[in-house]
């Protein structure tokens, strides 16, 4: 049944577009013809249809461009922010031997007596003992806020709702 009504609106779309084309095709004539009949015609069927295919395969193609630069424009802006979230990532790294070293070790006895941290007030509940999950939800905020609204797909939106409830709130 979808397949059906794609098919009707193209057609319909189709339609639409040729009998605009004859429309415009046939004042353009009358006001070329004012003042003298040639015994020019209107433009016939055929030609109305070649026209609007070739207007229409003009505009796919010009789709196609568009569809193709927002993509690459996607994937510069994602290698951009990957990159400066590595950069961010290394600068907040520490070597652990180097902190077990300034430690002296402590650090591991103190893992070992601590159970899980109680939530502070700042973070949910539901999220106080799965760090990754926080610091997944920073990284998507952020890439999310360098987005505009308009730009996200079905399928980002989609697969952000089904990770959000999967990892985030355990469904």
């Known amino acids: 049944?979808?397949?059906?009504?794609?098919?009707?609106?193209?057609?319909?779309?189709?339609?639409?577009?040729?009998?605009?084309?004859?429309?415009?095709?046939?004042?353009?004539?009358?006001?070329?013809?004012?003042?003298?009949?040639?015994?020019?015609?209107?433009?016939?069927?055929?030609?109305?249809?070649?026209?609007?295919e070739d207007i229409l395969r003009q505009e796919q193609l010009e789709e196609r461009m568009h569809s193709r630069k927002?993509?690459?424009?996607?994937?510069?802006?994602?290698?951009?922010?990957?990159?400066?979230?590595k950069k961010k990532e290394e600068e907040v790294k520490v070597d652990p031997k180097e902190a077990t070293a300034e430690d002296g070790?402590?650090?591991?006895e103190e893992e070992e007596d601590k159970?899980?941290?109680?939530?502070?007030?700042?973070?949910?509940s539901i999220l106080h003992s799965k760090p990754y999950t926080i610091t997944a939800l920073t990284t998507w905020s952020k890439?999310?806020?360098?987005l505009p609204y308009p730009q996200w797909s079905v399928g980002a939106v989609t697969a952000l709702d089904h990770w959000i409830a999967i990892d985030v709130l355990g469904m």
């Open 1 to 52: 049944m979808a397949q059906k009504s794609m098919v009707l609106d193209h057609a319909y779309h189709f339609a639409l577009r040729q009998y605009d084309v004859m429309y415009n095709q046939q004042r353009q004539r009358q006001g070329d013809d004012d003042d003298d009949d040639d015994g020019k015609k209107a433009i016939s069927e055929e030609e109305s249809v070649r026209i609007v």
């Open 70 to 85: 927002v993509t690459e424009d996607i994937k510069d802006w994602r290698g951009q922010f990957n990159k400066t979230e």
């Open 105 to 108: 070790g402590k650090e591991e």
């Open 115 to 124: 159970e899980t941290p109680p939530p502070t007030p700042g973070i949910p």
């Open 143 to 146: 890439r999310l806020a360098l």
